[in-house]
């Protein structure tokens, strides 16, 4: 999927996309043009600390660059929600923002941005030179549809004077604002003058919001070095006539209208593109499994190792309070309340095995690196999150805090029980890594995870304290797949929460907390289940009608 969502319940609301493009950004390379990507960050309150919500991808060698990737976020208009737009030129792999240029920022409200979209909202952006950005947004539309498409290109242009095009293609819908937003863009297929670019698999809600006769912009380009690129021609349609399949009905010559004017009559067109083949299906949601049956297991797992400091001392991670953890929780009673306090809900039995690592154990002391939580050599369980926390303070007064910061035998210690429904979707399984800092197995781990990606999992690993977690942000492998060697996952299953970023102006924020880590599970989720063509289990035949029917794919 092309988008990243920051989502609240607690009040009536929209869902609106966010879609971003800037003109003009100032050039910090010297041999090329700057490689942009753009951060969002929101903040509660004027005085809070400012969150990062989302980032798109960045892009190669232009100053005027049109993200494909948006933001999703809940608009509520009984709130000022703040928003900070920076824009930064991409020098190298780290996600730490330090490592790149800046390029600009913008500070507004998101009713700002939605007040403004009959005319546009576009604004300076602040230390970025001459640079404008560009903000449009739209109330999403609820839909399950998600639609494939085949197409290439016949006889298209040569536009290269030493070869003869490099094409790809861009799909804009056009807003009731008459907005042009960038859906998807193709990869680039070098010298060829009849492309058959990959299917392009993508939602409704994103291709038009539900609305199969909105307006949507094809364009074919040449892409060039310089990262400028020639326009090859466009051309329109929209769903419904897709849907109508391949014929010659969709078949769309590509025009250049420059080239038209300029040669008139003699003019035919630059190529046609071809709908070779459409698949249309209704995906079931996060919460037509859960109403299948489908369970959500959850598995805690704590760091006890020396790093997180003397739990006598008030400056620990693991600080042992002595009127209780409940008087004043620490940073990994925190994680698990506010973790724990809503996967619990999906939960049946609500017994949920908990384990720690990095610790010298009794009986017999010895360093172990995935003991339970709960120090009962026959029983991981424990019940309920109240369970958890006291089995958590058990092991806090029992074991030597110890070493080394090893994650793949608990992750190895899941997957043993995910595997078992690999082939079945009753049950989904969520791990919770709480840690204070860096991984001493780290390839390991990484193989771990890659062997874990065609399981029923998925891993949260939450940063408490305030180390270096860079290396947590490779784990959490949200623009490509995660590799090791020859290695490479089958799809993401990490999400990295640092617990210091979450704060407000009265201490930790449980409840955002809790929507930051868990934001990607039903996403994780339903990526599993599609990869096995699972359908919810347990839905009677009235729920199955309404719930799946689809076109049968139309083409070759």
């Known amino acids: 999927m092309n988008e990243f969502s920051y989502c609240s319940n607690s009040l009536p609301s929209s869902n609106v996309e966010l879609a971003v493009k800037c003109n003009n950004l100032r050039n910090t390379d010297i041999l090329s043009k700057s490689d942009p990507f753009c951060v969002i960050f929101t903040r509660n309150q004027q005085k809070d600390k400012w969150r990062e919500i989302g980032r798109t991808e960045h892009l190669m060698d232009t100053l005027n660059p049109v993200w494909q990737k948006k933001l999703n976020m809940q608009y509520r208009f009984e709130e000022r929600q703040f928003l900070k737009f920076s824009v930064y030129d ?110 392009i698999r993508i939602s409704t809600q994103s291709l038009c919001n539900g609305d199969v006769d909105r307006t949507l912009r094809f364009e074919v380009y040449d892409w060039n070095l310089s990262g400028t690129p020639d326009l090859i021609g466009g051309f329109r349609s929209n769903l419904r006539k897709l849907k109508e399949g391949p014929g010659p009905g969709n078949e769309y010559e590509v025009v250049n209208e420059d080239k038209r004017r300029k040669k008139g009559p003699k003019y035919k067109n630059s190529g046609s593109v071809v709908l070779n083949r459409i698949l249309v299906e209704i995906m079931p949601s996060f919460l037509d499994f859960i109403k299948g049956g489908t369970q959500v297991n959850f598995t805690v797992a704590v760091d006890f190792t020396a790093s997180n400091g003397n739990p006598d001392l008030p400056t620990s991670l693991h600080n042992r309070n002595p009127w209780g953890i409940e008087t004043k929780p620490n940073h990994y009673v925190t994680a698990i309340r506010a973790v724990g306090g809503v996967i619990q809900d999906y939960d049946s039995d609500k017994q949920f095995p908990a384990l720690g690592f990095g610790a010298i154990v009794p009986p017999h002391f010895n360093v172990s690196h995935e003991f339970y939580l709960n120090l009962d050599a026959e029983n991981p369980y424990c019940a309920g999150i109240e369970g958890v926390l006291a089995a958590y303070e058990k092991s806090l007064n029992s074991v030597q805090l110890y070493g080394p910061t090893n994650f793949s035998p608990v992750i190895r210690h899941v997957s043993k029980f995910a595997r078992v429904y690999k082939d079945d979707p009753s049950n989904y399984f969520v791990l919770l890594i709480i840690t204070d800092g860096v991984i001493t197995d780290f390839e390991e781990t990484k193989r771990a995870i890659i062997e874990a990606s065609s399981l029923p999992l998925s891993i949260i690993i939450v940063g408490v304290g305030y180390d270096d977690f860079s290396a947590m942000e490779e784990l959490d492998s949200d623009d490509k797949l995660l590799r090791s060697g020859s290695l490479v996952a089958e799809r993401d299953i990490v999400q990295f929460v640092e617990l210091g970023k979450i704060v407000s102006q009265d201490g930790w924020n449980q409840e955002q907390l809790a929507k930051e880590v868990l934001a990607e599970i039903p996403q994780q989720l339903l990526s599993f289940m599609k990869s096995k063509n699972f359908a919810p289990p347990n839905l009677d035949e009235d729920d199955v009608q309404s719930t799946f029917p689809s076109c049968p794919p139309q083409g070759l």
């Open 90 to 199: 991409v020098d190298s792999p780290s996600r730490n923002l330090g490592d790149h240029d800046f390029l600009g920022t913008l500070e507004c409200t998101l009713g700002e941005i939605m007040g403004n979209q009959r005319q546009g909202f576009t604004r300076s952006l602040e230390k970025g030179g001459k640079a404008t950005i560009c903000i449009v947004a739209e109330e999403l539309a609820d839909s399950k549809e998600e639609i494939e498409l085949s197409l290439s290109a016949r006889k298209l242009d040569k536009m290269d004077w030493f070869g003869k095009s490099d094409p790809y293609l861009e799909i804009y819908k056009v807003t009731e604002t008459n907005q042009h937003i960038l859906v998807h863009r193709t990869e680039v297929l070098k010298k060829t003058l009849n492309p058959d670019w990959k299917p």
